[in-house]
Nanobody, 124 residues
């Protein structure tokens, strides 16, 4: 049973930084691509960033490009999302997700397992 547990969310002022972590268990971590999505109140769940199995290919949503960095530590079975220059519009629940698909998927339906999410709130 694959389990994903996010941590690191919280309340931060605009311009600040947070680092989200997602600890994975129940599968061979290094064989799976990993992704982050987010869902703001009353909105759809949107793609944020994804990283391939080896960690040498990353993709970002245009809204976070240049501010967020996704990385992974296959020895620690953990994926990270470093978020800098945060804006109020980044406020959302952030979800970690994983898939066996090859490449770096960016669509929800391409992912197989999801965490419970961690709340990020950015005040203006």
């Amino acid at each position: 049973q694959v389990q994903l547990v996010e941590s690191g969310g919280g309340l931060v002022q605009a311009g600040g930084s947070l680092r989200l972590s997602c600890a994975a268990s129940g599968h061979t971590f290094g064989s799976y691509a990993m992704g982050w999505f987010r869902q703001a109140p009353g909105k759809e769940r949107d793609f944020v960033a994804a990283i391939n199995r080896r960690g040498d290919i990353t993709i970002y949503a245009d809204s976070v490009k240049g501010r967020f960095t996704i990385s992974r530590d296959n020895a620690e079975n953990t994926v990270y999302l470093q978020m800098n220059s945060l804006k109020p519009e980044d406020t959302a629940i952030y979800y970690c997700t994983t898939t066996l698909r090859v490449g770096v998927p960016t669509r929800q339906y391409e992912y197989d397992y999801w965490g419970q999410g961690t709340q990020v709130t950015v005040s203006s």
